[in-house]
């Protein structure tokens, strides 16, 4: 098989794996259940006047989340990435690609990854592997990527556990902070970095933004492991299974990671994701430190249904209800303010 054709077979995998199988992490948690909304019995507010609205690399949104990176690069997932864009522009979401990679080796998969004529107004991030700038990749492929969706950032993702772990994984990790810089100096637009689940730490959020990086997304441990998707590629009792099998508690929590890139980084635009599974994750996300919030499984499991569309609008509003109300019930009248709200912590966890 030759590397376009594993690229593909391998996107279909990871979404078939993620719909089918347990893939959660594993003897770790997000963190989220540890800190508590403080609740305001009399708020002076009216619940539907507050205001969701806020800003993100100098685009404007009707609600602070992300439906994050997922897929694309294959044809059969090509109804997945409109659905999702269809969504986000119905209730003016931001929404991320997955890795282009595959297109970028064979136009004839771009189609998969374009949504911007059906999502002319939503915050829409290109996305590649930090990695493929030690296999070949440079500011011409970066470009590429971000000029076949129409994108307003390029994300570059970090995922070594999971490179580490796939059968055919990149591995060499090696100089990659100035080549990041690079890009970062190089594009027209924003880059953002971010982990793909086991979380970004401050020592590497600081590494980061003094290499040009614009925005950072946690992506911290607690939701999906991607060692235990690559676990169900290998074959049942493949010692690399087993292998990939030890590290489905490796990470940071997603709460951790939000606390510690902000507290390191007071001003760096900040995204938290990592097992957000409900709209009072996103209002403790962002009492924690987030700008914005980004979510994949829920959305993903909608977009599939029979009723794609409408299931994945009812899926976000749903998240965009419970935000609100959590915001009503904490006396919050506006996601700044939400910034601002000390969470009551309940144990040591996250």
Known sequence: MDEQSQTRSRKLDHVRIVLDENVAAKGISTGF?????????LPELDMVAIQLQTVFLGKTLRAPLLISSMTGGAHDVEVINTVLAEAAQHLGLAMGVGSQRAAI????LAGSYRVRQIAPDIALYANLGAVQLNYGYGVAECQRAVDMIGADALILHLNALQEAVQPEGNTNFSGLLPKISAICRALPVPVIVKEVGN??????ARRLRE???SAI????????????????????GERSAQTAGQFADW???TTTAIRQVRAALPTVPLIGSGGIRSGVDVAKAIALGANLVGTAKPALLAAVDSRGLERVITELQGFIDELRIAMFCSGCADIAA?????LQRSDHDG
């Not at 259940?33 to 019995?41: K, S």
């Not at 080796?105 to 004839?108: A, V």
């Not at 939400?338 to 000390?342: A, D, E, H, I, N």
């Open 211 to 213: 290499a040009g990086v």
């Open 251 to 253: 990470g940071i929590p």
């Open 33 to 41: 259940a540890a800190w508590h909304m403080p609740h305001e019995a």
């Open 217 to 236: 997304d946690v992506a911290g441990a607690g939701g999906t492991s991607w060692s235990e998707v690559e676990r169900f590629r290998h074959a049942a």
């Open 338 to 342: 939400l910034g601002c709200l000390p």
């Open 199 to 204: 979380g970004i730490g401050a020592q590497t």
């Open 105 to 108: 080796g064979d136009d004839s």
